[in-house]
């Protein structure tokens, strides 16, 4: 069996009651872990999985009433998971845009 990682993304701490559905089900899962942060108002959470499972099968384990009680996000990339909107969020302040469109013109020039 191989192994690949479902990354989740969710408003609130939904960490404990995702834990405690899939360790009372019949699906293979290891949990992981992410690194807390307290400047966003979402919780991560990844957990790998069999690599034929289904993520429809690994939401179903979950519960409709959890995904949508903390809005869960599921992704089976890493690439997809950090282009998701978590990334985008903060807003910079129209001097911070400024020097960043500064900086992406000078790195042009140094292509």
Do not use: C
């Not at 919780?43 to 869960?72: E, H, N, P, S």
């Amino acid at each position: 069996m191989n192994w690949s990682t479902i990354y989740i993304k969710g408003l609130g701490d939904f960490r404990a009651e995702v834990k405690r559905k899939l360790e009372h089900s019949r699906l293979n899962v290891m949990p992981g872990s992410f690194g807390a942060s307290t400047e966003s108002p979402h919780t991560y959470d990844l957990y790998w999985v069999d690599d034929k499972m289904d993520l429809r099968d690994f939401k179903k384990t979950i519960g409709a009433r959890i995904v949508w009680k903390y809005r869960l996000r599921f992704y089976r990339s890493l690439e997809e998971f950090m282009a998701s909107h978590h990334v985008h969020s903060r807003k910079f302040s129209p001097d911070e845009q400024r020097r960043i469109d500064s900086i992406r013109e000078k790195a042009k020039e140094w292509d």
